[in-house]
Nanobody, 115 residues
């Protein structure tokens, strides 16, 4: 079956960095657009960053210049490098795999930015 397993979340001080990883299994990883979404308490889930099967990327305006999404098709893994973290980045971060007719989600990993 399809599994998306996120890791790398945690508690970090403002201005710090974290790298999230999402390891996928059960899919032909290279054919999927891979995305990171986040959901803060009381807010809707929002797209943070996405990388397509052709390696193009797009970012939410709030994270441009601070976050970088990348993928390693050989390892079936997508990453989110998060720098200059702010308290407003605090949320549960979810990995998503998307193609026509297929939409899969991970269980989420908590990121807390606080001093």
């Amino acid at each position: 079956q399809v599994q998306l397993v996120e890791s790398g979340g945690g508690l970090v001080q403002p201005g710090g960095s974290l790298r999230l990883s999402c390891a996928a299994s059960g899919i032909v990883f290279s054919t999927y657009a891979m995305g990171w979404y986040r959901q803060a308490p009381g807010k809707q889930r929002e797209l943070v960053a996405r990388t397509t099967s052709g390696y193009s990327t797009n970012y939410a305006d709030s994270v441009k210049g601070r976050f970088t999404i990348s993928r390693d098709n050989a390892k079936n893994t997508v990453y989110l490098q998060m720098n200059s973290l702010k308290p407003e980045d605090t949320a549960v971060y979810y990995c998503n795999a998307l193609k026509i007719g297929r939409d899969y989600w991970g269980q989420g990993t908590q990121v807390t930015v606080s001093s």
